[in-house]
């Protein structure tokens, strides 16, 4: 198995902590010289994850590979070929970001030459090249998570594990954050990241959708975009709330959401439902500037899957929701065509 | 749109700390009802700016009326005539969810006469009926999100601020709060938002995208991925991506270019010149284009593009000491980070 091509393995991973079950049943496996994204809201299961294929958590049942070393029984060895970085990066606010630098590169034993060389360049791909001298404590939320990478990428590892790295990081930084990591994969390395934003798992080969300790969907964006049953139509309207009270509950929309410029739609057959559309909102006396197809987002198949797949998160986000409205009353069972 | 004042008014607003000239000449106005996004790079001032019109920070010079009241005349007032809901929540975790709402409503000086009716009103709006005994720090991250917004608006402020409201909440919680927000505004409220991320930017009416302290664009959401990008924006898919975005880089008539996956995101002056221009120039350097198309640009590609944008022309004119105002930035933000 560990000579699979693949860098990462788990096998029906679990984690209990009093009262929750972080980590259920996780299976996947992360190719060598892939970007492979978790991706999920807080609580999903990310970082119990990530710190169990960091070495540092063990598990209570299941398996996992890193770098072809099995965790449970080579831990300690698997830990020269994985870099490791936590949400919260242990940055020396006092020290210069140079010399933060060389205090990670002594700890991995990395020798002064490849130290200068790799930090170099490093440093010029997250653009921060001007601010060797400057005191980390002194840098923007930004561009500490940057040193942060820098630091947990000065040695060579195999498995770059990143938990949240561009949590509170502007999109112009992230991009710099996301151009790093490319370049890395260039050098043979594999990267298993996580990040509660949904957009961002674009940017990955592949990712995992994980909803409270388990997983939802594993494939590359693209497919699970694919995957959403139905399409999105974006309606653009001034006054989208008499718009939405007029089309929830029609067959074939099954949900309905407002947005700053009008209302989101998933339908099941778009090509069927933009002239009705049009047809209903006219015939109402309401207006609306434009009706149009839009390309589905990831949260549009999470919130999909997790509403119609579990009768149990559907219970919830209805009670929570009593006074809301048909919203949230999606599909019509009884209707189907 | 309506005849209706605006809710805030801001007019050359200006806030320098030392040297440092955090918000640069801002003008604006907000309408009752209006949910109004503020985007911009860390340190770009929209922290400084949401400070100044909460009465927390007086403006050095300009002026920002907040419900009609001068915000260096009468920042107690303004205060309350605000709501406002840190991405933290600020909730006590130790007090069950009908303490937190107590005390919120203490703090907020709700009359006794309204008290039951307010407190009802937030627990039915959270939907946390049945839950009011429940110590807050065991709710799921939707619920505590919607109890501190419940908490942020006790005492009917006309204005609301919500700093990244949304982040790290899974989607469906996610959508009931924007689902909350936008019958709040229904009603007139006027809704304040600060994120870095692009898809709550998508649920507001306008946006304002600020960068080193000045505005660098405004409209909604659509409008801006409609009029404000310098060019088009193309997806190409190829084989080696890494090495087709290190050549393309610095191709001529390639502004910028972004990897995501297995594709690529260009800035272009105009796609149907830079189509046939990137194939070739890809096809000389051994690499094969699979796709090659124009998109309509996210949010966040609008973001990118106008703040690097905003960026170079900085540099040109005002020279390499300008470009060391990062160096500011960073202190800058961490003063902002103070609570507000």
């Known amino acids: 198995m560990s000579d699979s091509g693949n860098a990462i393995e788990l096998n029906g991973l679990t984690k209990s902590f009093p009262g929750v079950r972080a980590v259920d049943g996780l299976t996947f496996a992360v190719r060598r010289g892939e970007i492979f994204g978790l991706v999920g809201p807080d609580g999903a299961g990310k970082t119990t994850t990530m710190r169990m294929l960091a070495g540092v958590l063990a598990p209570d049942q299941g398996s996992a590979t890193v770098a072809g070393f099995d965790l449970t029984r080579d831990a300690e060895p698997a830990k020269h070929h994985i870099s490791y970085m936590p949400q919260r990066f242990g940055l020396y606010e006092e020290l210069t970001v140079d010399e933060n630098i060389r205090f990670y590169a002594d700890l991995f034993g990395v020798p002064r030459r490849e130290r200068e060389e790799r930090s170099a360049e490093l440093l010029k791909a997250a653009g921060m090249a001007e601010f060797r001298s400057r005191l980390a404590g002194k840098l923007s939320g930004g561009m500490k998570q940057k040193l942060g990478l820098v630091c947990a990428l000065i040695h060579t590892p195999e498995v770059i594990l990143l938990d949240e790295p561009t949590n509170g990081v502007d999109p112009v930084s992230r991009r710099d954050f996301w151009r790093i990591l490319y370049t890395l994969l260039d050098q043979g390395v594999t990267i298993l990241t996580t990040t509660a934003y949904l957009d961002e798992a674009e940017r990955c080969h592949r990712v995992a959708l994980l909803h409270e300790g388990r997983m939802l969907f594993c494939d590359t964006p693209a497919n699970l975009k694919a995957s959403l049953p139905g399409a999105v139509l974006s309606i653009v309207c001034a006054d989208p709330r008499p718009v939405r009270d007029l089309l929830a509950g029609i067959e074939g929309i099954s949900s309905a959401m407002i947005v700053g410029d009008g209302l989101h739609l998933v339908v099941r057959d778009p090509q069927r439902m933009i002239p009705e559309l049009r047809n209903r909102i006219a015939a109402a006396g309401l207006s609306c500037d434009a009706i149009e197809q839009v390309a589905p987002s990831i949260e549009d198949l999470f919130v999909e899957a997790v509403q119609g797949g579990h009768g149990q998160d559907r219970q919830d986000a209805r009670d929570d929701h009593g006074g809301q409205g048909h919203t949230e009353d999606r599909e019509h069972q009884g209707g189907g065509r | ?340």
């Open chain 2, 1 to 340: 749109m309506n005849g209706a004042a605006p809710a805030v008014v801001v007019r050359d607003l200006v806030k320098r700390f030392g040297d440092f000239v955090a918000v640069n000449n801002i003008s604006l106005e907000a309408r009752p009802g209006e949910i109004f996004g503020f985007l911009g790079p860390n340190g770009a001032g929209k922290s400084t700016t949401i400070r100044m019109l909460c009465g927390l920070l007086r403006p050095t010079s300009g002026q920002a009326l907040v419900a009609g009241l001068d915000v260096a005349r009468e920042p107690e007032r303004v205060r309350q005539n605000i709501g406002y809901m840190s991405q933290k929540f600020s909730l006590y975790n130790d007090l069950k969810v009908i303490e937190n709402l107590r005390f919120f409503a203490g703090m907020y000086s709700v009359p006794a006469a309204e008290l039951k009716e307010r407190i009802d009103w937030a627990i039915d709006m959270a939907g946390l009926a049945g839950r009011e005994q429940l110590l807050t720090g065991t709710l799921a991250a939707g619920w505590k999100q919607r109890l501190a917004l419940g908490c942020a608006v006790l005492h009917r402020p006309p204005i609301v601020f919500l700093d990244e409201p949304t982040s790290g909440v899974d989607p469906i919680s996610r959508r009931l709060f924007w689902e909350l927000i936008h019958r709040m505004a229904d009603d007139g409220v006027t809704v304040f938002v600060t994120t870095h991320y692009m898809d709550e930017a998508e649920y507001c009416n306008r946006l304002v995208l600020i960068d080193r302290g000045r505005i660098v664009a405004s409209g909604s959401p659509l409008e801006l991925k409609e009029k404000s990008m310098a060019g088009d924006l193309l997806l190409v898919e190829c084989d080696q991506v890494g090495k087709a975005l290190e050549e393309l880089q610095g191709a001529p008539g390639v502004t910028d270019a972004a990897i995501f996956g297995n594709a690529l995101h260009l800035v272009v002056g105009s796609a149907d010149q830079a189509i046939p221009q990137v194939q070739e120039f890809l096809a000389a350097r051994g690499i094969a284009v699979t796709r090659i198309e124009k998109i309509r640009p996210t949010l966040e590609d609008v973001f990118v593009s106008l703040t690097s944008l905003n960026r170079n022309e900085g540099n040109r004119d005002e020279g390499d000491k300008r470009d060391k105002g990062d160096k500011t930035v960073g202190t800058v933000t961490g003063r902002e980070k103070g609570q507000p």
